[in-house]
């Protein structure tokens, strides 16, 4: 069974430091993995998805990358800003149930000014 | 429309009490999905339709859940004599064809509280 986890469960920084989340998952049988957003009483939104087959993806201050053998993917925030301040999901898709994501607990991100 | 749209935002409903949750896609994508996000839990899928069709109806919690989806658009989560344990954030989302490659977008959910 596919397990996802994301480490750490919360992370606290000051305005303008590089820093990166963790995400872990116990099939390397999927399709792929995307990154999400989720603001306090608001919905998800994606920020990237990588392929199986790719090694990473990059939007803005963002970058995602994929080691699918060992099961890991770190989405890496640059210069981070108050803005920033969010929880991060990862989910993956699995090739055995391909319409259903896999979520992590989400890592929940505050940046101080 | 230009993202997914869901109806209500916000419910209270009194234990026992029937409730629809609406969602309406992305325009022109074929995939459509429920999840539940419950407080301090993670995201939990409940069903996935193809057009309108529901080929995995297994995340349903209980026979009180059911969803529709007419005209391969809008769809409906009903919740027959909610209990407590109902209340939740139940997010849609979308996708065009239900293919491995896809990004799938979700709503801002609709959060609903069983009193």
């Known amino acids: 069974k596919q397990e996802v986890t994301q480490i750490p469960a919360a992370l606290s920084v000051p305005e303008g430091e590089n820093l990166v989340l963790n995400c872990s998952f116990t099939d390397s049988a999927i399709y792929n993995l995307q990154w999400f957003r989720q603001d306090p009483g608001k919905g998800l939104t994606s920020l990237l998805l990588i392929q199986s087959s790719q090694r990473e993806q990059t939007s803005g201050r963002l970058n995602a990358s994929l080691d699918k053998s060992s099961g890991r993917s770190t989405l890496y925030i640059a210069a981070s800003q108050p803005g920033d301040s969010a929880t991060y999901l990862c989910?993956?898709?699995?090739?055995?149930?391909?319409?259903?994501?896999?979520f992590g607990s989400g890592t929940r991100l505050l940046v101080r000014p | 429309g230009a993202g997914v749209s869901q109806s209500p935002s916000n419910k209270v409903t009194e234990k026992g009490k029937d409730v629809e949750l609406r969602c309406d896609p992305i325009s022109g994508h074929t995939a459509l999905y429920w999840y539940r996000q419950s407080l301090g839990q993670g995201l939990e899928f409940l069903i996935y339709?193809?057009?309108?069709?529901?080929?995995?109806k297994s995340g349903l919690p209980s026979d009180r859940f059911s969803a529709e989806r007419t005209g391969g658009s809008v769809s409906t989560l009903t919740i027959q004599r909610t209990q407590q344990e109902d209340s939740a954030v139940y997010l849609c989302?979308?996708?065009?064809?239900?293919?491995?490659?896809?990004?799938?977008?979700f709503g801002e959910g609709s959060w609903l509280t069983v009193v």
């Open positions: 989302a979308s996708s065009f064809v239900q293919a491995s490659g896809n990004t799938i977008y």
């Open positions: 339709f193809q057009g309108n069709s529901a080929p995995d």
């Open positions: 989910a993956v898709r699995p090739v055995d149930s391909s319409y259903k994501l896999i």
